[in-house]
């Protein structure tokens, strides 16, 4: 029963699925920014996002898995966490100059630079030691949360109390399946947390608070 949990919470905050969820939040919560789009381009946006930052991902896994370069979609070794890592990065890459056209508000490309900028950190460290990709994304999304939310002087709270419960949650299901260390999950939630936060929070300074 706990491990059935524990898969289940493990699949639903996949790291892939994180960016779907941070721009569902910005673009369909009554927000500053949510007002810039008619209904169909906002669904639109969160098309070509879950394509390139879930499904992509998603479909180089299974070519890695298919030719054995890869033992498990869920990556359990850590060598062979860098390669898709940092293909991953190449689809944020991507997915940074499909957007940047748009003229979207800044809060949506600088969303996705600093993921990239925490998953090739993310795939340095795991070159060496075994890092929570999970709590990476959790952690991320939460310190994007705290740090939209200061930006706006908008109470989100909640939003902020869920993406706790749901990183502990997570964490419990990691150490649960096996997969990481209490240690791994901390320093991956403080790794997402804190370079998502202060990365949005510097990119809204240095463009002297025109960004956003």
């Known amino acids: 029963m706990k491990q059935n949990f524990a898969k289940i919470i ?15 939040l ?32 998603i479909l180089n896994l299974m070519i890695l898995k298919r030719f054995r370069l890869i033992s498990s979609f869920f990556l359990q070794n850590a060598r062979e966490r860098t390669f898709p890592y940092l293909i991953t990065t190449l689809f944020y890459v991507g997915l940074i100059y499909l957007i940047k056209d748009f003229k979207l508000p800044g809060i949506y490309v600088s969303f996705l630079i600093a993921s990239a900028i925490c998953i090739s950190i993310a795939a340095l460290i795991n070159l060496k030691w075994k890092i929570s990709a999970h709590l990476i994304g959790n952690g991320g999304l939460t310190g994007s949360i705290l740090a939209i939310s200061w930006i ?8 902020l109390c869920l993406m706790l419960l749901i990183s502990g949650l997570t964490a419990f299901a990691r150490i649960a399946l096996e997969e990481h260390t209490p240690q791994q999950t901390y320093v991956g939630f403080l790794l997402g947390f804190i370079g998502m936060f202060f990365l949005l929070i510097g990119a809204y300074i240095v463009n002297l608070h025109t960004i956003f």
């Open 10 to 24: 493990s699949y639903l905050f996949h790291p892939v699925f994180v960016p779907t969820y941070a721009f569902a």
């Open 152 to 159: 706006l002087h908008q109470n989100w709270l909640h939003w």
């Open 26 to 57: 910005i673009l369909f919560t009554n927000n500053y920014f949510s007002y810039f789009f008619s209904a169909s381009i906002k669904w639109l946006l969160l098309a070509v996002t879950f394509s390139f930052t879930a499904l992509l991902p």
